[in-house]
């Protein structure tokens, strides 16, 4: 090897035009496997917070249209699941609220007869719950850290002071 080939060498090495490239190369696919996490969590987020505002508007309508005397009565709010459940997945004109990967598995509507809180004792108090799975497109990315996760599922419920009719 001549003393050309070596300066040549030794100037390569010296080089660092391309460095900024190549470590952008390297953090890259990090980069976009955190944007991807922070839109999926954000999605579920976004449908969580639906839910939770349906949810709480059928506990809120329950609570107005329920007789204010079930607890003397003993009467049951069965008969309200299936207008409960219209309300927490569509608006008032028929279109559905919550994203297509989420749906609402099971409404349940129930009441308790809370004693010394209000001034009416005992108070009846309505509780709606939903049950709902979340659908992940993109959850088979978190199988590299252990289990897929394909769906979530959840509980959500609210209580509200019946006022009745």
Same mark, same amino acid.
């Given at each position: 090897? =001549?003393?050309?080939?070596?300066?040549?060498?030794?100037?390569?090495?010296?080089? !660092?035009?391309?460095?900024?490239?190549? !470590?952008?190369?390297?953090?890259? $696919?990090?980069?976009?496997?955190?944007?991807?996490?922070?839109? !999926?969590? =954000?999605?579920?987020?976004?449908?969580? &917070?639906?839910?939770?505002?349906?949810?709480?508007?059928?506990?809120?309508?329950?609570?107005?249209?329920?007789?204010?005397?079930?607890? &003397?009565?003993?009467?049951?709010?069965?008969?309200?699941?299936? &207008?409960?459940?219209?309300?927490?997945?569509?608006?008032?004109? =028929?279109?559905?609220?919550? $994203?297509? %990967?989420?749906?609402?598995?099971?409404?349940?509507?129930?009441?308790?007869?809370?004693?010394?809180?209000?001034?009416?004792?005992?108070?009846?108090?309505?509780?709606?719950?939903? %049950?709902?799975?979340? &659908?992940?497109?993109?959850?088979?990315?978190?199988?590299?850290?252990?289990? $897929?996760?394909?769906?979530?599922?959840?509980?959500?419920?609210?209580?509200?002071?019946?006022? =009745?009719?």
């Amino acid at each position: 090897m =001549g003393p050309a080939r070596i300066s040549r060498i030794i100037r390569f090495r010296r080089c !660092e035009s391309g460095a900024a490239l190549v !470590e952008f190369v390297l953090c890259l $696919p990090l980069m976009i496997l955190f944007f991807v996490i922070l839109i !999926e969590f =954000g999605r579920i987020f976004w449908a969580y &917070q639906a839910t939770t505002a349906g949810v709480r508007d059928a506990s809120r309508y329950l609570a107005r249209v329920a007789a204010v005397d079930i607890c &003397q009565t003993g009467g049951n709010l069965n008969t309200y699941a299936a &207008q409960l459940r219209t309300m927490i997945e569509t608006d008032r004109a =028929g279109n559905s609220v919550l $994203p297509k %990967q989420v749906t609402v598995d099971t409404v349940t509507a129930s009441h308790a007869c809370v004693a010394g809180t209000f001034r009416v004792s005992p108070a009846p108090v309505a509780t709606v719950s939903a %049950q709902v799975t979340m &659908q992940m497109p993109l959850g088979a990315l978190f199988g590299i850290f252990g289990n $897929p996760m394909s769906s979530v599922t959840t509980d959500i419920s609210n209580s509200a002071r019946i006022f =009745g009719t």
